[in-house]
């Protein structure tokens, strides 16, 4: 994923409530570029609050940065990683096209990974041919593939067994292709937000009591009355899961709080653990110590650009 050649594509990438939208549209805002979001949830419009879609952090200096692939599907709609980066390439080649600087900016892992390792997908695979290659595969192999495709959106009773396992595993993929074979991805540079496990643990919980005071919950409730089902709830995972399930009298509040900041902080985890699994795999990712906006635009000062 390095070269010589000049780069062509800023990538952001951090866990859950590391600060790289704010970062990422600050660095747009200076070297002329547009944000390409790569988080699985902000595609969804009226899922606001619960994936921190906040337009306004795309406002800087009073001037809003071009942002896409967000808004882009609604709630019921089936969204996968073949739609993602089918989309994602349109709106790359249209930035390079206005000789504008492209920045990645998410922390979804399989679409980053997509991007950045050259995901060579197709819309659907021949259904006999993916059976047979699920179940040439041992179980344990199956239950890792599962867990990294949906790290947090996954039912456990889909691990139980095999059977069950490949019927999820065919579910997540949808449609797309897994990536045995590559494109040659853009030329990125890379950079990676971090902050030690214990301030990712802090900020995660402020940042749910904020999200709660913002109406988190009055917009599960308003999705659920606009015929999102609560199974489709679960499939988001994490907030609307956890708050449908309190709407729906199985917690109290400071059940559905606790248990949802533990899943946040766990799911924060997973992603340092990909991320670590995309370095292990050529990733050159420049880490910063939090949404540091000098040092993250001295590393843009000391790179070449092709602007197309």
């Known amino acids: 994923m390095g070269s010589d050649?000049?780069?062509?594509?800023?990538?952001i990438l951090g866990t859950t409530a590391s600060g790289k939208t704010r970062l990422g549209a600050r660095?747009?805002?200076?070297f002329g570029g547009e944000?390409?979001?790569?988080?699985?949830?902000?595609?969804?419009?009226?899922?606001?609050v619960g994936t921190g879609?906040?337009?306004?952090?795309?406002?800087?200096?009073?001037?809003?940065?071009?942002?896409?692939?967000?808004?882009?599907a609604d709630p019921n709609d089936d969204f996968n990683l073949y739609r993602f980066v089918t989309l994602f390439r349109r709106a790359y080649a249209e930035i390079r096209k206005r000789r504008r600087l492209p920045f990645l900016v998410g922390g979804s892992g399989m679409y980053l990974s997509a991007v950045l390792q050259g995901y060579r997908l197709a819309p659907k695979k021949d259904d006999k041919?993916?059976?047979?290659?699920?179940?040439?595969?041992?179980?344990?192999?199956?239950?890792?593939?599962?867990?990294?495709m949906k790290p947090d959106r996954h039912n456990k009773t889909d691990l139980v067994d095999k059977e069950r396992t490949?019927?999820?595993?065919?579910?997540?993929?949808?449609?797309?292709?897994?990536?045995a074979e590559y494109d040659e991805p853009p030329n990125a540079l890379v950079l990676g937000v971090r902050?030690?496990?214990?301030?990712?643990?802090?900020?995660?919980?402020?940042?749910?009591?904020?999200?709660?005071?913002?109406?988190?919950?009055?917009?599960?409730?308003r999705l659920m009355g606009e015929g999102v089902s609560r199974e489709r709830m679960r499939y988001f995972g994490l907030e609307y899961r956890y708050v449908s399930d309190y709407l729906a009298g199985e917690s109290t509040f400071d059940e559905m709080f606790a248990e949802l900041n533990r899943r946040i902080a766990k799911f924060a985890k997973r992603q340092r653990t990909?991320?670590?699994?995309?370095?292990?795999?050529?990733?050159?990712?420049?880490?910063?110590?939090?949404p540091d906006y000098e040092a993250a635009a001295r590393l843009l000062d000391e790179a070449e650009f092709d602007h197309a």
């Open 166 to 179: 490949i019927q999820a595993i065919k579910v997540a993929a949808g449609e797309f292709e897994s990536a």
């Open 53 to 72: 879609k906040d337009l306004d952090e795309y406002v800087v200096e009073g001037e809003r940065v071009p942002v896409h692939l967000v808004d882009v």
């Open 195 to 221: 902050f030690d496990p214990e301030e990712t643990r802090r900020r995660i919980e402020t940042r749910l009591r904020e999200r709660i005071d913002g109406g988190m919950i009055e917009e599960v409730r």
């Open 27 to 30: 660095l747009a805002r200076r």
């Open 5 to 11: 050649r000049p780069r062509e594509l800023v990538a």
């Open 129 to 148: 041919i993916f059976d047979a290659e699920l179940r040439s595969l041992d179980h344990e192999r199956l239950k890792r593939t599962l867990v990294e």
């Open 274 to 290: 990909w991320f670590r699994k995309m370095e292990r795999e050529g990733a050159a990712i420049r880490w910063i110590d939090g």
């Open 35 to 48: 944000i390409i979001s790569a988080d699985s949830r902000q595609v969804f419009r009226g899922m606001d």
